[in-house]
């Protein structure tokens, strides 16, 4: 049975702020259709029927509109939904917010939207959770399988686990409740079932790595001397000049970040080239300890020298920082010299000799963490919640080894069972749930 909770009405701005074709604002609530008839030209609303008109202010008018009027509980939220499309113009948009906070509605907090339709179950958390990835998916790939997970295949596969379970512990506890009538199982059915249970659950955690990855993506630093054309490649990489150039060695001061999307997200990261001399200030030492810290979290480090200079001591020193991290080698500056030597890689951010090749080592890389067949993306909190619950697993199946009391086993299926349940959201504290929407935007 679906509960429809009552809460205020609320409103927002779903589309990004700023100038745009459309902008839309989103009521939901049991007062979003008297809202509506106050600040709309036509009234008698009808449910899933587009209506065009203007949006008036008493005599004044805001803007020419379509409206888009759901009813509870055929809506996202399961409750009375208002969509007002106007002109994508940030004043328009903002005014007509304006307008529906003065006429009744509070303004929705981060992810409001989604979880009112979790809190009337139009969606589990995990599907929620599935929201927050698709709108902040970095890569193409990332959002489809985002999208699956919105589709419900994490929580289907946890139900399935979930039933799995509680089978099990009906009979026992029926065993246990009326041991006249029904025998207690056998501990050998126990075992087989609890270890199908742990397989399963494995199976969605060895994909765990694999959604780290697509969710954070993997992390390249640039790292080396000043001058060698860090930020050269930077720009290259990226195919916009974001990263300022120039023949002084120095120019990068601080720690560069973008994002790329070659299947895998990639965060690349420009660094300030590292020396040790009387010349560097204060800005360009803390721009040094930065590049250092980067290098010392990225997952590939790019190491460059100057290819007609040859790897100089200095060259060495940063070279011994990151020589245990994943890395490639790179003589940069090719074209300023004929030499080429064997195990040298070299390259040219200015006639883009060795480029293709680079391209393809890091791509061989990124791929390299991740598992081309994800089947179950999961973040953080369900990873967690799947470990506990394959934890009190595996204390079933060794307590059921031994034949311990079944009494006593029924205790650990218990607590698995709860950790399933907070995946979905069948059980979850006011802390988690505000934990999980405040990353969600507004009007979302
Ligand atoms: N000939 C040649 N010049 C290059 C190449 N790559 C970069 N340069 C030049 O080398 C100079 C330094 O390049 P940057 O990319 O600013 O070097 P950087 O390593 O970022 O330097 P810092 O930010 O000071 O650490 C610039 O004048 C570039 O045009 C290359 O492959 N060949
Ligand atoms: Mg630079």
Redesign the pocket.
Do not use: M
């Given at each position: 049975m679906n509960i429809i909770q009552e809460f205020d009405t609320i409103a927002a701005i779903a589309t990004p702020v700023g100038t745009g074709g459309v902008g839309v604002i989103r009521i939901s609530g049991s007062k979003s259709f008297e809202i509506i008839d106050k600040i709309y030209s036509k009234h008698n609303l009808e449910e899933g029927r587009i209506s065009h008109g203007k949006i008036v202010d008493g005599e004044v008018v805001i803007d020419e509109v379509l409206i888009l009027p759901f009813k509870n509980p055929k809506s996202y939220t399961g409750e009375d939904v208002i969509e007002i499309h106007c002109h994508g113009g940030i004043n328009v948009v903002r005014n007509i917010l304006e307008l529906v906070l003065k006429n009744g509605a509070r303004m929705a907090e981060r992810g409001e939207f989604t979880k009112r339709a979790f809190l009337n179950k139009k969606l589990d958390l995990s599907q929620a959770e599935a929201v927050a990835d698709l709108i902040h998916a970095k890569t193409r790939d990332f959002a489809k399988h985002s999208a699956k997970n919105l589709s419900g295949v994490l929580g289907k596969k946890i139900k399935e686990i979930r039933t799995d379970i509680f089978n099990v512990l009906s009979k026992i506890i029926a065993g246990i409740d009326f041991p006249e009538d029904v025998k207690e199982p056998e501990y050998d059915y126990l075992i087989e079932e609890f270890e199908k249970v742990i397989d399963k659950i494995n199976k969605i955690l060895s994909c765990a790595n694999s959604s780290n990855i697509m969710r954070q993506g993997i992390k390249i630093a640039?790292v080396?001397?000043?001058?060698?054309?860090?930020?050269?490649?930077?720009?290259t990489l990226l195919n916009v000049e974001r990263?300022?150039?120039?023949?002084?060695?120095?120019?990068?001061?601080d720690v560069i970040k973008e994002t790329l999307d070659w299947d895998v997200a990639i965060t690349l990261i420009?660094?300030?080239?590292i020396r040790d001399n009387e010349e560097i200030d204060k800005v360009e030492e803390i721009g040094i300890e930065y590049s250092k810290q980067s290098a010392d979290e990225a997952d590939l480090v790019l190491f460059?020298y100057d290819a007609a200079k040859g790897m100089t001591a200095d060259d060495k020193v940063i070279f011994d920082l990151i020589k245990d991290k994943n890395h490639i080698v790179i003589a940069?500056?090719?074209?300023?010299t004929q030499n080429r030597e064997e195990d040298v890689f070299y390259?040219?951010?200015?006639?883009k000799e060795g480029m293709d090749v680079l391209k393809d080592k890091i791509k061989q890389t990124a791929y390299n963490f991740s598992v081309e067949d994800t089947e179950f993306i999961t973040n953080n909190r369900q990873q967690d919640c799947l470990e506990k619950c394959r934890e009190s697993m595996i204390q079933s199946l060794n307590a059921a080894k031994i034949g311990e009391l079944q009494d006593l086993i029924s205790i650990d299926l218990k607590s698995a069972l709860l950790y399933l349940d907070e995946i979905t959201g069948e059980v979850i504290t006011d802390e988690i749930l505000n934990n999980i929407f405040d990353h969600f935007c507004i009007g979302k």
């Open positions: 640039i080396g001397r000043p001058n060698v054309g860090k930020s050269s490649l930077f720009n990263a300022i150039v120039t023949d002084i060695a120095g120019t990068t001061r420009d660094t300030a080239g460059l940069n500056k090719a074209d300023l390259l040219s951010t200015v006639t």
